[in-house]
């Protein structure tokens, strides 16, 4: 089993820990996906556990559970995989 970043909200209730901690976690996750090494239904648990956050990344965080929410086709197309990347980027880019 794949084990991977605690997301922020997890992590503590520091606020000025919490919007780096979830940026680094989406990269790393991010990472893993893109490279094959994590299925999305666990990329999809992951975001599923995020909790809320507040401003342009919590649109992002939202934006992403949302998507994961209702792309649960199977198998997975080459499109909606491109997609969720693109989802699990916003979190992290500015």
Same mark, same amino acid.
């Not at 919007?19 to 990269?27: G, N, T, Y």
């Not at 990472?31 to 999809?44: N, P, W």
């Not at 934006?63 to 198998?75: G, I, L, M, S």
């Given at each position: 089993?794949?084990?991977?970043?605690?997301?922020? @909200?997890?992590?503590?209730?520091?606020?000025?820990?919490?919007?780096?901690?979830?940026? @680094?976690?989406?990269?790393? =996750?991010?990472?893993?996906?893109?490279?094959?090494?994590?299925?999305?239904?666990? =990329?999809?648990?992951?975001?599923?556990?995020?909790?809320?956050?507040?401003?342009?990344?919590?649109?992002?965080?939202?934006? @992403?559970?949302?998507?994961?929410?209702?792309?649960?086709?199977?198998?997975?197309?080459?499109?909606? =995989?491109?997609?969720?990347?693109?989802?699990?980027? @916003?979190?992290?880019?500015?």
């Amino acid at each position: 089993m794949t084990r991977l970043p605690a997301p922020a @909200a997890e992590l503590g209730n520091n606020p000025l820990n919490s919007i780096p901690d979830l940026l @680094a976690s989406a990269k790393t =996750v991010h990472d893993r996906y893109k490279a094959g090494r994590i299925e999305r239904e666990t =990329v999809r648990e992951w975001i599923g556990r995020l909790g809320t956050y507040n401003g342009p990344t919590g649109d992002r965080v939202r934006d @992403a559970v949302e998507w994961f929410r209702v792309n649960k086709t199977e198998p997975v197309p080459d499109e909606i =995989v491109l997609a969720d990347l693109d989802r699990i980027a @916003a979190i992290f880019r500015p």
